[in-house]
């Protein structure tokens, strides 16, 4: 079996004029978390439609566990375990009741039934819940219903739209924890527009805007590409600023050496290397050579929000602000 | 074939789970009995077939009722989209909803018995006519529910699909009483696709296949567009 668990070719949708996907191409490895970044509108929940044959493509294609989306619908529909926006689920009925009308949905009979059922309401954690009606629950409970109809039939890949929005800190977490655990053995493709969610979450990003998808990489190495780390230097004052900005400035691979506002009895810099390379072992090292005393010495991206911002409204990245 | 059941169940239970069967089920029970009761007693003789007439027409009004929500309230709520992204077939859905609705409508029909054998028991019945009745009240009931679901799937307000699905269902039942107003060539294709000619006829106890002919010809008719419908998303 391929390693790829959905290769899209230029993928592309139109809605009457309005063109909601244009060629978008991305590949999704076996066992990856991949979160689908962008503002509301981008294009993120008509990709998951067309990948869980809700909508067809206008032109491009994309496969899913080896099965074209539009020839092979019922094989693709098989592989995927489907969460769509904002969690509908049929609230009169009993937790349990729905799971049993899931897994019936998914071809499951007598003994298996049970067992899936029981299963899913462990990895979802809904024991407590299980005998309630769905239009009883919180928020985060009905989430959880939601992510173990998804599961009931082990699918090997997991496409939750907007998993974790409206939901409370507390909540959030919880299904965050779920969907990382579900995520060891599972490939998952999640949506979001919140950023701080893809770091803590995802392996790799898809950022789209306007249709495109315009960035594709770890969260890490994008806010490394992003824009030139920085590096904060405190030393405790020892009346010689001079000195320590010297010692910065001889270091190899340091741009720029600036004197900026520290605490009290603190001489704090701001150093901006020339490449991307980590320089904090030089510093430390420069501070000892130069009899320094270092009190702390922090490496800072540039987060997610500004590369974020930055690709969906205009402006090409790496103009960060140093 | 598995899902369609399994979609037939959960809709029929759904019923229950709520309301709606009950309120439906009392209304419909509650008014063919009042109406039916009034006059059997002036008619001196023990014939069910005017409980058989108001059953239909009491049925034009409560199947659009049973249907509206079955596919516009799923559209509204989204939870039409998880249903469609499992492995079935869009006819599935369509006619596991249709069975699920005609579930109900069968229990309806059921809950007409006691009647009839309250009739009986005051004299002879043809029990003939009445097997040919309730075929009559089935058909044509199952006609004006897939009718139901069409309109259902053209909407995402359940009060529209009510709305639409009444306008349709009266139009046919109607148009049977215009006839005398029409030229004839064009009377008799009224006439034909009457739907209170064609179960007026099976409830005088003649069982005539053109008649479950034409009702299974536009159950058909309307499933098929209602599947159309829902496969128009793809494109849209």
């Not at chain 1, 076996?30 to 970044?37: A, F, K, N, T």
């Not at chain 1, 989306?69 to 375990?81: D, H, K, M, S, Y």
Request: glycine share 10%.
């Amino acid at each position: 079996m391929s390693d790829l668990v959905i290769e899209a070719k230029d993928l592309t949708k139109h809605y009457g004029d309005f063109v909601a996907i244009d060629k978008l191409n991305f590949e999704v490895k076996r066992g990856e978390i991949v979160g689908l970044l962008g503002p509301n509108g981008a294009g993120k929940s008509t990709t998951m439609k067309i990948l869980t044959c809700y909508a067809a493509p206008t032109e491009g294609s994309a496969k899913v566990n080896g099965y074209d989306v539009f020839e092979n619908a019922l094989q693709v529909r098989e592989a995927i375990g489907y969460l769509p926006e904002s969690t509908p689920l049929y609230t009169e009925m009993l937790v349990y009741e729905y799971l049993e009308f899931a897994a019936e949905m998914r071809g499951l009979k007598g003994e298996a039934i049970k067992r899936q059922i029981k299963r899913s309401v462990e990895e979802t954690s809904l024991g407590e819940v299980v005998g309630k009606e769905i239009r009883a629950l919180s928020k985060g409970y009905r989430q959880r219903v939601g992510l173990a109809q998804a599961l009931i039939h082990e699918p090997p890949l997991l496409i939750l739209d907007e998993p974790m929005s409206g939901l409370d800190p507390n909540q959030a977490i919880e299904v965050r924890d779920v969907i990382k655990a579900i995520g060891k053995e599972r490939t998952v493709v999640l949506s979001t527009h919140n950023l701080a969610e893809v770091q803590v979450t995802c392996d790799r990003v898809l950022i789209i805007a306007r249709g495109k998808i315009v960035a594709d990489d770890t969260p890490q190495s994008l806010s490394d590409r992003a824009g030139r780390a920085r590096f904060l230097v405190s030393f405790a004052d020892q009346g010689d600023a001079a000195n320590a900005q010297a010692q910065l400035e001889k270091i190899a691979g340091v741009d720029v050496v600036r004197s900026i506002e520290g605490a009290r009895n603190e001489r704090s810099f701001e150093v901006i290397p020339s490449g991307g390379e980590d320089l904090r072992a030089n510093i430390f090292r420069a501070a000892v050579d130069g009899n320094l005393t270092l009190l702390s010495l922090n490496r800072e991206g540039q987060n997610l929000e500004e590369i974020f911002r930055q690709l969906t409204v205009g402006g090409a990245p790496g103009q960060g602000k140093a | 074939m598995t899902n369609t059941l399994t979609i037939a169940k959960r809709e029929f239970r759904s019923y229950f789970n709520g309301p709606a069967a009950y309120i439906v089920g009392s209304l419909f029970l509650l008014v063919v009995a009042i109406l039916f009761w009034n006059t059997f007693f002036l008619e001196q003789s023990a014939s069910v077939r005017n409980l058989f007439a108001l059953a239909y027409g009491v049925s034009v009004f409560v199947a659009p009722a049973i249907t509206m929500g079955l596919i516009a309230e799923e559209r509204r709520n989204g939870t039409l989209e998880l249903l469609i992204t499992y492995p079935v077939r869009d006819a599935e859905v369509v006619i596991g909803k249709y069975l699920g609705a005609l579930g109900l409508y069968t229990v309806l029909l059921a809950l007409t018995v006691p009647q009839v054998f309250a009739v009986g028991s005051m004299g002879q019945l043809d029990m003939g006519a009445v097997w040919a009745g309730y075929l009559g009240l089935f058909l044509s009931g199952g006609a004006i529910l897939a009718i139901g679901v069409l309109a259902s799937s053209w909407t995402s307000n359940q009060l529209i699909a009510l709305i639409v699905a009444l306008s349709i269902g009266l139009f046919f039942a109607l148009i049977g009483q215009l006839l005398i107003f029409l030229p004839d060539g064009v009377a008799s294709i009224f006439e034909w696709l009457s739907f209170g000619y064609h179960e007026n006829n099976l409830e005088r106890g003649v069982i005539d296949t053109r008649d479950v002919f034409f009702f299974v010809s536009v159950i058909a008719l309307c499933l098929t567009l209602a599947f159309r419908s829902l496969e128009s998303r793809l494109w849209k």
